[in-house]
T-cell receptor, first 114, second 110 residues
Framework: SQTIHQWPATLVQPVGSPLSLECTVEGTSNPNLYWYRQAAGRGLQLLFYSVGIGQISSEVPQNLSASRPQDRQFILSSKKLLLSDSGFYLC?????????????FGEGSRLTVL | RKEVEQDPGPFNVPEGATVAFNCTYSNSASQSFFWYRQDCRKEPKLLMSVYSSGNEDGRFTAQLNRASQYISLLIRDSKLSDSATYLCVVTVGGSYIPTFGRGTSLIVHP
């Protein structure tokens, strides 16, 4: 079965500082990968998804970026954080084969921008 | 109109009660349907998939109504541990993007 590792689990960053969140996947090859953000009391907002190495699609305009340097590695970055970037960031993956559509999530990274 | 809509609740029910949630979706090409459970400050976890014929897992029953474009989740004999947010997830056929509803909050009290 798939396992999603995501880190760091918690971080507090000042406005204007850079960000790097990392996610790795075990137990499957060539997964679709996703970054979601969940603001307090809100639903999950899709930020980026990737269907292969180097292939990134962005769902919303923002000061965040994503990269997929390896098949099972997905990175979320920012050069300068904003207060509005605070939230709970979740990395997720689903398999191509079998394509059940089920998403597996990492444990999340809770970001507070001060 | 949002693609996937849920009543945010909270649904406040006593232990032992039966409670049902609905989730409506707007895209008739939707093909995959799931219910996820999310505990406070945790990641969502799959509760159950929703099949055209409906499916049941213990106290949980999920149904799909394609004509009216909604899925439902029924929880029987509610337990305190069922308290959580229940997320509806829908994927359009041929799309890579699962779409989440905002979730329905359930609080089961003694």
């Amino acid at each position: 079965s798939q396992t999603i590792h995501q880190w760091p689990a918690t971080l507090v960053q000042p406005v204007g500082s850079p960000l790097s969140l990392e996610c790795t996947v075990e137990g499957t090859s060539n997964p679709n990968l996703y970054w979601y953000r969940q603001a307090a009391g809100r639903g999950l907002q899709l930020l980026f998804y990737s269907v292969g190495i180097g292939q990134i699609s962005s769902e919303v305009p923002q000061n965040l970026s994503a990269s997929r340097p390896q098949d099972r590695q997905f990175i979320l970055s920012s050069k300068k954080l904003l207060l509005s970037d605070s939230g709970f960031y979740l990395c997720a993956a689903n398999t191509i084969t079998p394509n059940t559509g089920e998403l597996f999530f990492g444990e999340g990274s809770r970001l507070t921008v001060l | 109109r949002k693609e996937v809509e849920q009543d945010p609740g909270p649904f406040n029910v006593p232990e032992g009660a039966t409670v049902a949630f609905n989730c409506t979706y707007s895209n008739s090409a939707s093909q995959s349907f799931f219910w996820y459970r999310q505990d406070c400050r945790k990641e969502p976890k799959l509760l159950m998939s929703v099949y055209s014929s409906g499916n049941e897992d213990g106290r949980f029953t999920a149904q799909l109504n394609r004509a009216s474009q909604y899925i439902s989740l029924l929880i029987r004999d509610s337990k305190l541990s069922d308290s959580a947010t229940y997320l509806c997830v829908v994927t359009v056929g041929g799309s890579y993007i699962p779409t989440f509803g905002r979730g329905t909050s359930l609080i089961v009290h003694p």
